[in-house]
């Protein structure tokens, strides 16, 4: 079941729809967090962002756009909770980072 407020909070946190570039922005996600625990949520995004980050591919036989794909897939699979929205913009942070 997807939690919509943690994947709207990565969409926040990489400012996905706002930006042109994936961005850490913090602020965003305190703010759409209201007081709710805001530095809990951010911490869950930050750990989330930096997983997919850790996510090894074997760039030799992927292009950037599957080995995007390879990641968001095992993401998808290690958190189903998580929406597409946020595997998109997790997708479009990691393919921006290893371009």
């Known amino acids: 079941m997807e939690?919509?407020?943690?994947?709207q909070a990565i969409v926040e946190y990489l400012a996905k729809g706002r930006s042109p570039f994936p961005k850490s922005d913090e602020d965003a996600v305190i703010a759409f967090a209201g007081g709710a625990e805001p530095e809990a949520l951010l911490a869950h995004v930050k750990g989330l962002t930096g997983e997919m980050m850790?996510?090894?591919?074997?760039?030799?036989?992927?292009?950037?756009?599957?080995?995007?794909?390879?990641?968001?897939?095992?993401?998808?699979?290690?958190?189903?909770?998580?929406?597409?929205?946020?595997?998109?913009?997790?997708?479009?942070?990691?393919?921006?980072?290893?371009?």
Do not use: K
């Open 54 to 99: 850790s996510i090894e591919v074997d760039w030799s036989a992927r292009t950037l756009s599957e080995g995007g794909r390879e990641a968001q897939r095992i993401m998808a699979e290690r958190h189903p909770e998580l929406g597409q929205n946020a595997l998109e913009a997790l997708y479009w942070m990691f393919t921006y980072n290893w371009r």
């Open 3 to 7: 939690d919509a407020r943690v994947s």
